[in-house]
């Protein structure tokens, strides 16, 4: 499976909100993990400080000390980049913290993924610029990030493609539509693909610009009852012929 993984789960440390106005003042420390390499080698934590919406003071392993955006925020990363065990502490963050619950989420979500049932077929037009339309539709799948690309005659299409987002079904599942608009044209191969975490490989789908079964169906019976038609009508000339013939061929 070739998508990346862009995760980050936030621990909210800390929020504790003083009222000196109506709206109050919020002081809030968040600290993310943020990875999207499953073997959690690119892993980075980052501890926010945060004064309303400001980070005034932020830790991120990849800098490896505090760093203050605010006179009291530089102030105070100062005093805690001069303590080693502050210090330590929050460069271990990354492997106490973030990798042992990546683990989990792998082992508990993100391994679970569930492939899409994928459905190609003809939609129906609104006044767009091409006679035809294709819906391709991916059902049932989780996570939620996928694509859904199309092909025509092997070659990627993205002109005239329209797409809903990544529907929740409200029971961790998605379903996503996307539409191609299209002339048709005799001979061609449209397919459409779709990639998912839960595939191996893409699930390819090429359209049959035959009639579904059921129109089939319905032709055969219209042509069948035409046949008849035309036997019973040729009986009964033929039938009409032979006695009108019959009568003429006396004469008076
Ligand atoms: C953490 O620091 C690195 C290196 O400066 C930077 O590339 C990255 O964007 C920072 N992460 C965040 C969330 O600020």
Request: one cysteine or more; proline letters at 5%; hydrophobic letters at 35%.
């Amino acid at each position: 499976m070739s998508l990346p993984k862009v995760l980050c789960f936030h621990l909210i440390l800390m929020l504790s909100a003083f009222t000196g106005a109506a709206n109050g003042y919020y002081n809030s420390r968040w600290a993310k993990c943020i990875f999207s390499s499953s073997d959690l080698s690119d892993m980075v934590f980052v501890d926010n400080y945060i004064f309303n919406k400001d980070v005034y003071i932020q830790f991120n392993s990849t800098v490896g000390e505090y760093v203050g955006y605010t006179a009291h925020g530089v102030y105070n990363a100062d005093l805690w980049n001069k303590n080693p065990s502050q210090l330590q502490q929050e460069r271990a963050e990354v492997d106490r913290y973030c990798k042992p619950n990546a683990e989990i989420y792998y082992s508990a979500i993100l391994n679970k993924a569930v492939p899409p049932k994928v459905k190609l077929s003809s939609g129906t037009q609104a006044g767009g610029r091409h006679p035809a339309v294709l819906m391709c539709s991916a059902y049932d799948f989780y996570p939620k990030r996928i694509k859904v690309s199309w092909m025509r005659d092997g070659k990627v299409v993205t002109s005239d493609v329209t797409s809903t987002e990544e529907l929740a079904d409200g029971d961790w599942y998605y379903q996503i539509h996307s539409h191609l608009e299209y002339t048709p044209k005799s001979g061609e191969k449209i397919s459409c693909a779709v990639d998912h975490a839960g595939l191996t490989k893409p699930i390819i789908i090429d359209w049959d610009p035959s009639l579904p079964e059921s129109e089939r169906n319905k032709i055969a019976i219209g042509a069948s009852g035409l046949v008849l038609g035309i036997i019973i009508a040729a009986a009964g000339l033929i039938y009409y012929k032979k006695k009108s013939s019959g009568r003429i061929l006396v004469p008076t």
